[in-house]
């Protein structure tokens, strides 16, 4: 299959770097912003979920509303809504979107964060929950009898579902970075979700994954969705200066949210590996590989995919495309002023990946036909703005 590239849905104008902070959904916002990512070349977009925050399924299906190819991936967390309830809820914006349902197991990273809602099960606990639940949502789709289930978590007697998808089936999407995710989403995902890490980090990752799913008999693997924070500008110094522009003000937000500077709010580590690995990778260097910088993500403490791709549209190109060739099926990008990021990279990100694949498919090579500034010109740049490489 093409490489196909992922957003996440905003619903209003507020981000994380402007003093935005009205909650209510803006509609017209939302139609605009689906649409933006339609026109400019997304495949999908995340519909997120936390448990202050909107219904994915009920944004999800405003979206397929205001598009015609945009798919939306709902975001899902088991602890919040029964899994026979789910399975119709997720067919039904299937059908509603002609096919173009997708949804995102997140089996849940923090004890507070799933205690909110009265989730208080063990890490390991929730992935077997989450197993259970994807069990339960393929055999929904596929079997046209009544069934009972008697697991562990679920129980029910003479259920059957007369939504089915349009397709027969909806893909299931999975992530994280510890063997519970590698097993679960080796034997039993279509899609499996990474945040941006190096190149070297990424492969073993995506090696994991392969792993699992030939330990579970699989004759496939899942496709691999890889997540970045990429910042653009038309030079390599506009968009080194913008970087540390953005990360002053994500370190003063956390600052002010902590009670105390960034640099100082270390007092315990996050609870999931995924974040965990993060902070780790960004405590090496500043930069690594072509173009990806950390200290985002120690700035907002890796709370969720936070690491950026810095440079010129040429740059951040190709660094994608050396994704691209470790594995990566999908690539997730969203930037920090959310919609004119989205028009930039619609404009001058996207249509670069797409050109080099095509012209790698037409003349049968590997090559990067994308224009890059000189390495001295990327290097003098991080000098200027007092980038560590």
Known sequence: MPVEFISAINVNPANEVNDLADPRIDVAYLRRYARILEDGGFDYTLVPYGSSGHDPFTVATAVTQATDRLKPI?????????????????????????????????????????AREGDRLTKSERYARQEEYIRILRRVWSEDAPFDHAGEYYSFEDFVSRVKPVNGTIPISVGGSSDDAYSQGGALADIFGLWGEPLADTRHQIGRVADAARVAGRADTPRTWVTFRPIIAPTEELAWQRAHEILAILERRSAAANGLWVQKRRSSDPENIGSQRLLEIASRKDVHDRALWTPTATATGAQGASTALVGTPETVAAAILDYVDLGADLISIRGYDNL?????????????????LAHREATGRRGEVVAQPPLDEVERARELTGVAG
């Open 340 to 356: 004119n990021d989205a028009i930039d990279y619609g404009r001058h990100v996207i249509p670069l990946v797409r050109q080099e």
């Open 74 to 114: 709902v975001a899902l967390r088991p602890n919040t809504v029964y899994p026979t309830v789910a399975a119709k809820a997720l067919a039904t914006l299937d059908q509603l979107s002609n096919g173009r349902a997708v949804v995102h197991f997140i089996a849940g990273g923090s004890d507070h964060e799933q």
